[in-house]
């Protein structure tokens, strides 16, 4: 049997033992929260970034730092420089100032231009015809001008090529510029030409009938083109309905619209080269005309007055 001095030294033993295993588990504990810490610890299974899921098509996005730079825009001054001035189509003196002209700038290209495009040159054929008192399907009304053309009904167009100015040549260098007044029913084929018969003479002889051409679209200045468009309101036209045509203008026109409450509606073209307001909305009040470069003219009004050409002071510039 044990004495029991024995016995009592027993527990400080085990006591001495525990001691030192306590301390070194804490330091142990310590450092691993020491390490968890560290800003610059490596990352845990958690903060890895995920794998792309294979057949994924979205991208990872950049990196974007938690909070961006507030900015502020400074307030606004006063330029000290003039304001730019926008461009405008020069305007050209006339007897009549029943209408103004404000324009927008064209386009360098022809954005609403139809079939009938500008820097295109078009092969066809040329006949001639006995234009008479030179009105034609335009109804653009008899005139002096010699040196028109029906343009066939393909490149017509609904009226789209009315009043286009184009330049006819033959293979041997001769070549007449023309204004587009009638249509050339069918048969005529797309890219011929039923030219006056003295603008034909200026290429052949009438006794050659038919001639193989290459034409294109001109812009051309004065005296080719008038110095300023005229309107005429359609025989017929009052308060409740009109038609409205515009005469004399140098580029193909591809709308016209008319100032309705408070914006603009742009009226549907016909055949015969009238813009119809068919609820008469817009008759007599101010017009805006646009070219096939996408210049824009805005008119006075003018009154309803069938049949009579009213020239005003504007015309598209040209190219």
Wanted: glycine share 8%; hydrophobic share 35%; proline share 11%.
């Amino acid at each position: 049997m044990a004495s029991p001095s024995h016995r009592r030294r027993s527990p400080r033993k085990w006591r001495a033992a525990l001691v030192p295993a306590v301390v070194v588990a804490a330091v142990a504990l310590a450092a691993s929260l020491l390490m968890a810490l560290r800003p610059d610890g490596n990352p845990t299974a958690a903060d890895a970034p995920t794998s792309p899921v294979a057949g994924s098509h979205s991208k990872a996005s950049p990196a974007t730092p938690s909070r961006a730079p507030k900015t502020t825009p400074p307030p606004s001054e006063p330029s000290s420089s003039p304001p730019r001035a926008t461009t405008t189509a020069p305007t050209r003196p006339s007897n009549s100032a029943s209408a103004r002209a404000t324009s927008r700038p064209a386009s360098a290209a022809a954005p609403l231009a139809g079939r009938i495009r500008p820097g295109v040159t078009y092969d066809g054929i040329a006949t001639f015809y006995d234009t008479g008192n030179g009105d034609g399907a335009c109804l653009y009304g008899p005139t002096d001008d010699v040196m028109t053309a029906a343009m066939n009904h393909a490149d017509y167009e609904t009226s789209r090529a009315c009043g286009a100015y184009v330049r006819v040549r033959v293979s041997g260098g001769a070549s007449v510029t023309v204004r587009v007044t009638n249509e050339c029913p069918l048969p005529c084929a797309p890219g011929q030409l039923d030219l006056s018969a003295q603008a034909f003479a200026r290429l052949a002889a009438p006794s050659a009938g038919r001639i193989p051409i290459t034409w294109s679209l001109l812009s051309p200045g004065t005296p080719e083109a008038p110095e300023a468009i005229s309107i005429r309101y359609k025989t017929g036209s009052s308060s409740h309905w009109c038609g409205i045509q515009a005469v004399g203008h140098r580029n193909p026109l591809a709308r016209l619209e008319v100032r309705d409450g408070g914006g603009w509606r742009q009226l549907r073209r016909t055949e015969y080269n009238y813009f119809l307001s068919e609820q008469g909305s817009g008759c007599g009040g101010e017009l805006r005309l646009t070219d096939i470069y996408g210049e824009r003219l805005t008119l006075d009004a003018l009154p309803v007055r069938p049949e009579v050409l009213q020239p005003t002071r504007a015309q598209f510039a040209s190219h």
